[in-house]
C-alpha cells in the first residue's frame, strides 16, 4: 500500500500546479533575470493576462512597467537576496482596469542557498476597500485621516479617479488638507509610481514662477547658471500638483493655458519645444468661477482646469472625526519622541465645540501646543491654545454638540478594542453619554 505524504504530492509537478491553480491568491515566479515561468489561474483572473501571454517573457516588458510598481527590487541590477516583504500596491490590469493588490513577496533559493528568484502571491482588496468605505468602515484612507460620511464621499471620489486620468481642481478652506488629498489621488492612480510634484503659485515670487515651472536655460537671466529643469518636466509621467492656482498672475496664466492645451512648452531663454505627459491636480481656497466673473482668472484657462472638481469639508462640518484627528496626531508625536499619553475629556469636549477655523492644520497645531504646555503628556483644558479655550468672537459657533448615531458608537468601540470608557473618549463625551445613548438606540 502505497503512503500519500504531503511531500510526496508536491515533489509531483502536475499535483503542484494543481496545487497553486487551486489558490485564491495570484501566483506569479520569475528568475533572476526577471523572465516569469510560473503563472497561476487565479493570477489570470486578477490581471487579465494568460499564461501564453507572460511566461517566459521579461516581468516589466508584459506589463508595461514594472508589476510591483515602486517597490520592485528588480529595475536595476537583480539584488543579491531578498527577504519577505509584504505591501499594497495598484496595478493595471489588461483591460486598463486599475486593482489594488496586497502583495507577498519572498526570494527564492536553491539547495546550496544561492538566490535563484522571486516568488510573488497577491489577492485583489479593490472590492473589499470600495466596502469598507460604503460601510463607513475606514478611519483612514491614504494618508487621509476621517470616517464622516462627508470623507467617506470623498474617499469613494478619489477612488473613481483612480481610473482616468482628467485634470482635477480641489476647493477648500484653509487647512483642509488639498495637498493631502491631491497626493491620494496620485497615489491611488496609475500614475503612482511617476513623481508627484507640488507647487504653491501663492508662494513664489512672480519673476521666479515662469521659472519654476518651465524650467531655463543657462544665461536666460542673470543668475541662471546652469539649465534647471521646471516643475513641468519634474512631473513628466506623474502628476503635477498646482496649489492656490487663483494667485497665478494674468501673464502666466496664459502660459499655463498653452501649456495644458499642447502638453508642450519652451524653457526660458530656449528655443527647443519640450513635451510631458503629466496630470494635473489644482486647488485653492477661493471660489475659481467667482474669480472669472470677477476677471481675475480666465474663463478658458477655468474651464481646462476644473474638468472634474472637488470639495472638501471644513473641519466644523465633520466634528466626529475631531477625537479621532486628535489622537492620530498625539501617536504621530509619540513616534517622534514626545510624551504623549491622551486628551482629557474635559479638553476633547471643547475641542468639539471650538470653530476650528484653520480646519486640521489648526488643530495639529493645538495638540502640538497641548504637548509642550503639559508635563505629564496628558493634554488638560488649560493646555489649550486661549482662542479655544475662550472661544469668542468668530470662533464660537453655538449650537447643539453633534448627535450620537448608533454607527459612530459602535464604530468607536470597534477601534477601542470593545472598551466603552476609551470609546468615550474617541467621541469625545462622558461614559454616561455614551451609555445613555446605547440604551435609547437598543429600545
Known sequence: MTVVTLENLVTGQNNLQNILDNMMEGIIAHDLERRIFFFNRAAEKITGYSREDVVGRDCHLVFGSPFCGSKCSFCDQPP??????????????????????????????????????????FRD?????????????????????????????????????????????????TGTGKELVAAA???????????????????????LLESELFGHVKG???????????????????????????????????????????GKFERVGAEKTICVNARIISATNKNLRRETEQQNFREDLYYRLSVVPISIPPLRERRNDIPLLAFHFLKQAVGQGHKATEVSEEALSLMMDYYWPGN?????????????????????????????????GTTLKPGPKPLLTLESIESAIRMAGGNRSKAAKLLGVGRATLYRSLDKKSK
Open 220 to 262: 536666460a537671466f542673470s543668475g541662471a547658471i546652469r539649465d534647471k529643469k521646471g516643475r513641468f518636466e519634474l512631473a513628466d509621467g506623474g502628476t503635477l500638483f498646482l496649489d492656490e492656482v487663483s494667485e497665478l498672475p494674468k501673464h502666466m496664466q496664459v502660459k499655463l493655458l498653452r501649456a495644458l492645451q499642447e
Open 360 to 392: 486640521v492644520r489648526e488643530l495639529q497645531n493645538a495638540i502640538h501646543y497641548g504637548l509642550v504646555k503639559s508635563r505629564t503628556g496628558k493634554i488638560e483644558v488649560e493646555h489649550l491654545p486661549i482662542e479655544i479655550r475662550q472661544m469668542t
Open 125 to 173: 482588496i479593490t472590492e473589499m476597500i470600495n466596502l469598507q468605505i460604503r460601510l463607513g468602515e475606514l478611519a483612514s484612507f491614504s494618508g487621509i485621516v476621517g470616517r464622516d460620511h462627508k470623507m467617506l464621499d470623498l474617499y469613494e471620489q478619489i477612488r473613481n479617479l483612480a481610473a482616468a486620468d482628467y485634470p482635477v481642481h480641489i476647493t477648500g478652506e
Open 185 to 207: 489621488i496620485h497615489n491611488e492612480s496609475a500614475r503612482a509610481d511617476g513623481p508627484f510634484v507640488p507647487v504653491n503659485c501663492g508662494a513664489l515670487p512672480e519673476g
Open 80 to 121: 543579491g537576496s531578498l527577504g519577505h516583504h509584504a505591501y499594497t500596491i495598484n496595478i493595471s490590469t489588461r483591460s486598463g482596469e486599475l486593482r489594488q493588490v496586497e502583495m507577498s513577496v519572498t526570494g527564492m533559493y536553491d539547495e546550496g542557498g544561492a538566490f535563484v528568484g522571486v516568488l510573488a502571491a
